[in-house]
């Protein structure tokens, strides 16, 4: 069975420019949570959406950042303009109810020059 | 907001030794989770275990809730074992939002 899917792997890109991350939660997963992690800070969580809704943002460092959640299948998170302090690794997990354990995605590395 | 400190911040252990690795949390929880971040920087889940112990081959892990601790133990360790160990409970008792430590480092000699 898949685990929760992210793509890109890496992404460099340059200021000013927008970036899409993107994910494939775990079929039948019904939360799904975005997460950032960095040397300074450790891993953050952003957002959460329990079946495509978005429960907590409170997480989200400013208004560049967004996350949509179209479907059960997929979500993604946008950041629009990019700075070089959100380079970092962002996780996408899965969690198949409210209580249960998350998995987590390989992650994405992005580098913002 | 619930508070998790992990102890020791790193471990440079030959391959063979036994180590445990401890995590404190400040407030009751119902959730807590064990991961392991490889040198490739994968998230892979090791234990879910909210209270008492599981074994999984050469890991194990207790809780003791009532006492806001874990413990992860791993044996006979391996070189494959090196990477930094996470535990995370969530923010408050019944969220879905988790806290991580800051981690454990734990670096396996050949």
């Known amino acids: 069975d898949a685990g929760v899917i992210q793509s890109p792997r890496h992404e460099v890109t340059e200021m000013g420019q927008e970036v899409t991350l993107r994910c494939k939660p775990i079929?039948?997963?019904?939360?799904l949570f975005w997460y950032r992690q960095t040397m300074m800070r450790g891993l953050e969580l952003l957002i959460y959406?329990?079946?495509?809704?978005?429960?907590?943002d409170s997480g989200m460092p400013e208004d560049r950042f967004s996350a949509k959640m179209p479907n059960a299948s997929f979500s993604t998170l946008k950041i629009q303009p990019s700075e070089p302090r959100d380079s970092a690794v962002y996780f996408c997990?899965?969690?198949?109810?409210?209580?249960?354990?998350?998995?987590f995605g390989p992650g994405t590395r992005l580098t913002v020059l | 907001g619930i508070q998790v400190e992990q102890s020791p911040p790193d471990l440079i252990l030959q391959e063979g030794a036994n180590s445990t690795l401890r995590c404190n949390f400040s407030?009751?929880?119902?959730?807590l989770q064990w991961f392991h971040q490889n040198p490739w920087g994968q998230l892979i889940n090791l234990f879910y275990?909210?209270?008492g112990t599981k074994q999984n081959g050469r890991l194990s892990a207790t809780t003791v809730a009532t006492e806001r601790y874990s413990l992860l133990y791993i044996s006979s360790s391996q070189t494959t074992d090196s990477g930094v160990y996470f535990c995370?409970?969530?923010?408050?008792?019944?969220?879905?939002?988790?806290?991580f430590g800051q981690g454990t480092r734990l670096t396996i000699n050949p």
């Open positions: 407030d009751s929880v119902n959730n």
């Open positions: 275990i909210p209270s």
């Open positions: 997990a899965s969690s198949p109810n409210r209580w249960n354990e998350q998995f």
């Open positions: 079929s039948g997963h019904n939360s």
């Open positions: 959406f329990n079946n495509n809704v978005p429960i907590d």
């Open positions: 995370a409970v969530p923010k408050i008792q019944g969220a879905q939002k988790l806290v």
